[in-house]
T-cell receptor, first 114, second 110 residues
Framework: GEQVEQRPPHLSVREGDSAFITCTYT??????FFWYKQEPGASLQLLMK?????EINEGQGFTVLLNKKDKRLSLNLTAAHPGDSAAYFC?????????????FGAGTQLIVIP | EAAVTQSPRNKVAVTGGKVTLSCNQT?????MYWYRQDTGHGLRLIHY???????EKGDIPDGYKASRPSQENFSLILELATPSQTSVYFC?????????FGPGTRLTVL
């Protein structure tokens, strides 16, 4: 089955610096990719959903990169601020997955130092 | 207004006791999911459902049962709770490969 590996497990950056998180996956049929943000004590909030057909996706203060050849999904938080401090999870699903099952990475705990 | 709600939010149970975690969604989604979250593991799928009356095993179903009596409600049942089931449990509803999560239930089994 699908295996999703997320690195690093912990990341500290200074305010204004970039924070880079990467996931690798194993199933070449993977088609949908997600990044979730979880603030302390809170639930998971969907940051971005990307499709296999799009390699670069930009959101509010972040960029998601998809490299299908290397089976790698990345999240780059540009100019991080303390409000970005949270846990971040990638998730992967394939187009044929029954019921849209997601496979999650283990998460990255990000701390942004003021 | 929250579309996925869970109850209780916190629960302390004794080993061998029965625990029922409840989830309600107003998204009118067909699919619902139960996950547990543990440090170093991310979210792991326990059971899921594609509609009222259906339940399917996820990746770690042992020790858990599920019930989907209606479109809106999905319950997770621990018939004989064990300390290894101490965790945070999340319910989600979804369609079109997007999932929306509830606030979570923190379960402690003593």
């Amino acid at each position: 089955g699908e295996q999703v590996e997320q690195r690093p497990p912990h990341l500290s950056v200074r305010e204004g610096d970039s924070a880079f998180i990467t996931c690798t996956y194993t199933d070449p049929n993977s088609y949908y990719f997600f990044w979730y943000k979880q603030e302390p004590g809170a639930s998971l909030q969907l940051l971005m959903k990307v499709f296999s057909s799009t390699e670069i996706n930009e959101g509010q203060g972040f960029t998601v990169l998809l490299n299908k050849k290397d089976k790698r999904l990345s999240l780059n938080l540009t100019a991080a601020h303390p409000g970005d401090s949270a846990a971040y999870f990638c998730a992967v699903s394939d187009r044929g997955s029954a019921l849209g099952r997601l496979h999650f990475g283990a998460g990255t705990q990000l701390i942004v130092i003021p | 207004e929250a579309a996925v709600t869970q109850s209780p939010r916190n629960k302390v149970a004794v080993t061998g006791g029965k625990v029922t975690l409840s989830c309600n969604q107003t998204n009118n989604h067909n699919n619902m999911y139960w996950y547990r979250q543990d440090t170093g593991h991310g979210l792991r799928l326990i059971h899921y459902s594609y509609g009222a009356g259906s339940t399917e095993k996820g990746d770690i179903p042992d020790g858990y049962k599920a019930s989907r009596p209606s479109q809106e409600n999905f319950s997770l049942i621990l018939e004989l709770a064990t300390p290894s089931q101490t965790s945070v449990y999340f319910c989600a509803s979804g369609d079109n490969y997007e999932q929306y999560f509830g606030p979570g239930t923190r379960l402690t089994v003593l």
